[in-house]
């Protein structure tokens, strides 16, 4: 069962001198519990495809439905909302809060929520556990190697029991290693929790356990692959 | 935890927080502390002036209060001061003559203004006696005792127990002249007043005057506190509506416009401070913001609402304004307090100051009203300086901020 359906979303940017078409008419349906990676060499818009689908930024035109809310009609301060129960984020760089700990940046996003301080310390402690890193709750990113923080990122994007996540290139700035655990900490909830995870990347390894791939060229889709 | 994240993000660059804090610091200390030492003054001139000069109300008759001539006097005195006693607030009754003369020494002479006085009566109303620095308050002269300041002495060339002639208008208008013996030399802190007000002994200028004993140019009266003055000031009035019952306030405004004045420093110089900082504050502030736009784009890319990250600059902000601010209206009382005991000693211009009246050594002095008001004033000036940067971080869209590096 289709859950986002996206029709003839188009993004222009007229800040330049020639208008750039970041996204050129894309029609996509993504099902619940997809594990989609979107692919496509840089500039082929696929970031500006994840934010729009994230509600980051608005399309030119074109629609973006996701359940039963029409999230291009929605207003920023109803998308933040939306965002805040509905998606969890995942970026490149973790952005992280740098002045919070580990479980202090998981329990964050339930504070926005206005989660009972009870709660939000039993859903941080058993985030962090579930992305194996519930030692270092304490810790600050700064005290915390890379593949460490996006494992907290992961935990973060989660903490608000998100139906969607979005990731944007996650494994870029990773080792193989931590690349290798992350994937199977996302594949985990994904099969376990049925999460739809969707993540923009150039990583072969991600590419490979995603269960669909969606290629990318010049704000079109050049290629929509289902995987057995 | 939007506070925790603000108390922590001040802390992020430490040194930009610390120097911000002190900028504060030192700017509030100065602006406490200057005010503080004005107010001190000013208060001290206003203490000064009447307690020495003027006492704390008067009453003379209308035409006195107009012409100050000689024939201005109204009579029954003794009514008046018992109707004067029956006010608990009042402490001291001095009935006074007061008449422009001549005073003349060997060497010179010069114009003054004389004050006919009953000693007793006179130090219950002024600290005048207490000024005498030689000799006694109309003590060690037995005939046609005089008092006059140190001023006037160096002026004439005389001094203690030296002879100086009045020249005065009887009351018939007839010139009389009368020899006086100085019986104690008086010095303010205001050595105009010392060179132009002389004391002597009501009875000998009654009998050179030809008046009768129950007559007085006017009357100085002292009460309990300064609150009750205006209490005593409305009785006298509604019982005497046809003398002219002055507080020290109106009878001698220069030293109500000083009290108007301390304040209007205080706040001016204290809004032109925090205004300066202000602006330093809005400054380090936006760099904050310009600096952190990409983790801002994050904050409303996972769902923090607008209101959410206005409160964390403004917060910020406030923190940093608050203990800054704070911390120099706290120094600036301490050394309030510490050099309100000890005073401040200018007296390498203590010349200058005393032609004016001021003493040479301050004592700064606050009100907690007043040090309320510029906490508040921090407080606004924290809020105001935060709105800008705070304006900016809300005008981020989030994609785009997110791209920022």
Known sequence: ?228 | MILTVSWRNIWRNPTRSLIVMGALLVGMFSGVFTSTFMNGWMKQRIRDGVETEVSHLRIQSPEFKKSGDFEDFFTDISKLESDLFQNPNVNGVSPRLSIQTMIASAETATGVQLFGVDPDKESQVINISEKVIEGKWFEGVKRNPIIIGQKLAEKLKVKLRSKVVITIQDKDGNIVSAAFRIAGIYKTINTTFDEMNVWAKLSDIQNLTLLHSDVAHEILVHTNNYETINEVVDDMSAKHPELSTLSWQKFSPEFAVLTEMGNMYLYIFVIIILLALGFGIVNTMLMVVLERIHELGMLMAVGMNKRRVFSMIMIETLILSVIGGFAGIICGIWATDYFGDKGIDLSIWSEGLEEWGYSAIIYPEYDWTVMIIIAFLVVLTGIIAAIYPSYRALKLAPAEAIRVI
């Open chain 1, 1 to 228: 069962m289709a859950i986002i359906q996206i029709k003839q979303l188009k993004k222009i940017y007229n800040s330049t001198q020639v208008p750039v078409h970041a996204i050129n008419g894309i029609d996509l349906s993504i099902e619940e519990g997809e594990f989609t990676a979107i692919v496509g060499p840089s500039g082929s818009g696929k970031t500006t495809f994840l934010n729009l689908l994230g509600g980051l930024d608005n399309p030119t035109s074109g629609t973006i439905t996701i359940g039963d809310e029409e999230i291009t009609k929605l207003t920023p301060n109803q998308r933040i909302k939306f965002r805040l129960k509905n998606i969890g984020f995942i970026f490149q760089a973790y952005n992280l809060i740098p002045v919070l700990t580990a479980k202090e940046n998981v329990e964050f996003i339930m504070e926005l929520q206005k989660k009972s301080k009870t709660d939000r310390t039993k859903r941080s402690m058993e985030l962090l556990k579930a992305v194996g890193i519930e030692e270092k709750a304490n810790h600050f990113p700064r005290q915390l190697s890379g593949g460490q923080q996006q494992r907290i990122a992961v935990a973060r994007a989660l903490a608000s029991r998100p139906k969607y996540i979005l990731a944007d290139e996650p494994t870029a700035n990773l080792d193989s290693t931590s690349t290798e655990n992350l994937l199977n900490i996302m594949e985990n909830l994904n099969r376990e929790e049925n999460i739809t995870f969707i993540f923009s990347t150039h990583d072969a390894r991600v590419v490979k356990k995603a269960r669909r791939v969606i290629t990318i060229e010049d704000g079109k889709i050049l290629s929509d692959e289902r995987k057995n």
